[in-house]
């Protein structure tokens, strides 16, 4: 099972931005997808997560309203679309997986995860 994360960049506070995570393998496992993000020095933070195919996300406090997770069934693919960025969203953003449970932001119950791509937002 591979997850491989693309789309980041350096983008201006106010911009948008929309990574995408490819998943292949055997993918009929998965049912919860999220986005993380390491800032420089900080910890893994929980971004966004759904659940594949029921279409239930969950947010984490500091992007609710700006950043939307959606999932592409036919390219076995996910995305977060991140709307007004700030500073402070630049990081390292990681796609992770995990083939059942509840739907979390906790990074450790998360079974795969990508290379991470990196948004700076100045």
């Known amino acids: 099972v591979q997850l491989v994360e693309s789309g980041g960049g350096s983008v201006q506070a106010g911009g948008s931005l929309r990574l995408s995570c490819a998943v292949s393998g055997y993918t009929n496992s998965f049912y919860r997808m999220a986005w993380f993000r390491q800032a420089q020095g900080k910890g893994r933070e929980g971004v966004a997560a759904?659940?594949?195919?029921?279409?239930?996300?969950y947010y984490a406090d500091s992007v609710k309203g700006r950043f939307t997770i959606s999932q592409d069934n036919a390219k076995n693919t996910v995305h977060l679309r991140m709307n007004s960025l700030k500073p402070d969203d630049t990081a390292m953003y990681y796609c992770a997986a995990r083939a059942c449970g509840g739907l979390t932001l906790f990074a450790g119950l998360y079974d795969y995860w990508g290379q991470g791509t990196q948004v700076t937002v100045s």
């Open positions: 759904m659940t594949t195919g029921g279409g239930t996300t």
